[in-house]
């Protein structure tokens, strides 16, 4: 089973980007999914979740700004990001079911 993160680059605030976590190796529909992320100097924080049956949920400093989606076609969860901040910069980490960790993409938000 593998996790593939990307999507990430260089952004300038305001703007948008879209993560994908394409899996291999099992049917990610099946699980739930979240997306972590670690900025420089600080711990891993939760990001966001959609759970096997679609429900969604966001940490409090991207509800509005960022929504997660299933893309079953492509055996994908996706993360779109609006607005981004300053702040949003940091490594993007996809997870399955807490356990299986894909290798992270970087967001870096200019101003």
């Known amino acids: 089973v593998q996790l593939q993160a990307s999507g990430g680059g260089l952004v300038q605030a305001g703007g948008s980007l879209r993560l994908s976590c394409a899996a291999s190796?099992?049917?990610?529909?099946?699980?739930?999914v979240s997306w972590y992320r670690q900025a420089p100097g600080k711990e891993r924080e939760w990001v966001a979740g959609i759970s096997p049956r679609g429900t969604r949920n966001y940490a409090e400093f991207v509800k509005g700004r960022f929504t997660i989606a299933r893309a079953n076609t492509e055996n994908a969860v996706h993360l779109q990001m609006r607005d981004l901040k300053l702040d949003d910069t940091a490594v993007y980490y996809c997870a399955m079911a807490g356990s299986t960790w894909g290798q992270g993409t970087l967001v870096t938000v200019s101003s």
């Open positions: 190796g099992v049917v990610l529909s099946r699980h739930s």
